[in-house]
T-cell receptor, first 116, second 112 residues
Framework: DVKVTQSSRYLVKRTGEKVFLECVQD?????MFWYRQDPGLGLRLIYF???????EKGDIPEGYSVSREKKERFSLILESASTNQTSMYLC???????????????FGPGTRLTVL | AQSVSQHNHHVILSEAASLELGCNYS??????LFWYVQYPGQHLQLLLK??????LVKGIKGFEAEFIKSKFSFNLRKPSVQWSDTAEYFC??????????FGTGTRLKVLA
């Protein structure tokens, strides 16, 4: 059973705090992604990674950074949390060449972050 | 710019009614197409996908979708909805191995 796990389901932080969101996949996928999900806006891509130590900005990278030191792990970092970063954060992974689902994204359960 | 449009933001149906959710995309090249569903309190999961071949694809729970290339559309259908289909539905288009564009979602409420 394929899995993408995220370190927390719910998180409450204060403005200015540094926040780490962790994501782990066990499917040997090449690509990993961080999205934020807001009502009426769908999923917006923050950052993605196509290989260890490689990262690319998505559509809304401001205020975020990422780290991928191992293939299975992708971290999202909020350097100084702000109230407008209150959101649901979704991690996804994809791309296993040679398989039927090679380009399908698999999602984690999400982390609902509240910044006070 | 590449985009995905889901025209219905909120849909309310009675049980046994037929469902069709629209999805249109703007991209002229080869695409992979997906419909994802998010049940209340649960994570996004794949309903169905189109990579190539038969443009009518069948997914889980009786859902199907038809890819019409000339219309840049990938509409989701179900002949008879159930209360348990209440969820948010997202259309997504992949234009490369790490480029995915999501629609803004359609919230479906099915009345028992």
């Amino acid at each position: 059973d394929v899995k993408v796990t995220q370190s927390s389901r719910y998180l409450v932080k204060r403005t200015g705090e540094k926040v780490f969101l962790e994501c782990v996949q066990d499917m040997d996928h090449e690509n990993m992604f961080w999205y934020r999900q807001d009502p009426g806006l769908g999923l917006r891509l923050i950052y993605f990674s196509y290989d260890v130590k490689m990262k690319e900005k998505g559509d809304i990278p401001e205020g975020y950074s990422v780290s991928r030191e191992k293939k299975e792990r992708f971290s999202l970092i909020l350097e100084s949390a702000s109230t407008n970063q209150t959101s649901m954060y979704l991690c996804a992974s994809s791309y296993l060449p040679g398989t039927e689902s090679y380009n399908e994204q698999f999602f984690g359960p999400g982390t609902r972050l509240t910044v006070l | 710019a590449q985009s995905v449009s889901q025209h219905n933001h909120h849909v309310i149906l009675s049980e046994a009614a037929s469902l069709e959710l629209g999805c249109n995309y703007s991209y002229g090249g080869t695409v992979n197409l997906f419909w994802y569903v998010q049940y209340p309190g649960q994570h996004l999961q794949l309903l169905l996908k189109y990579f190539s071949g038969d443009p009518l694809v069948k997914g889980i729970k009786g859902f199907e979708a038809e890819f019409i290339k000339s219309k840049f559309s990938f509409n989701l259908r179900k002949p008879s909805v159930q209360w348990s289909d209440t969820a948010e539905y997202f259309c997504a288009v992949s234009t490369g191995t790490y480029k995915y564009i999501f629609g803004t979602g359609t919230r479906l409420k099915v009345l028992a």
